[in-house]
């Protein structure tokens, strides 16, 4: 998962390979709150330096 400067969110999937496939653009705001296009929603519950724990909503 890539979480870009601009608030765009791009979550990687194991692709052929195992290489990491982008999937479409997603959104992530400062507040914690995670939106992905395919209407998955999710918000980050933890972080420290090395590790970011997220919660997903179907």
Known sequence: MEFRPDGTLVDYAI?????????????WDAGGRLALPSGKTGRVVDSTPD?????WQP
């Open 15 to 27: 692709g052929r390979g195992d290489a990491p496939s982008p999937g479409p653009p997603g959104r």
């Open 51 to 55: 590790r970011l724990d997220l919660a």
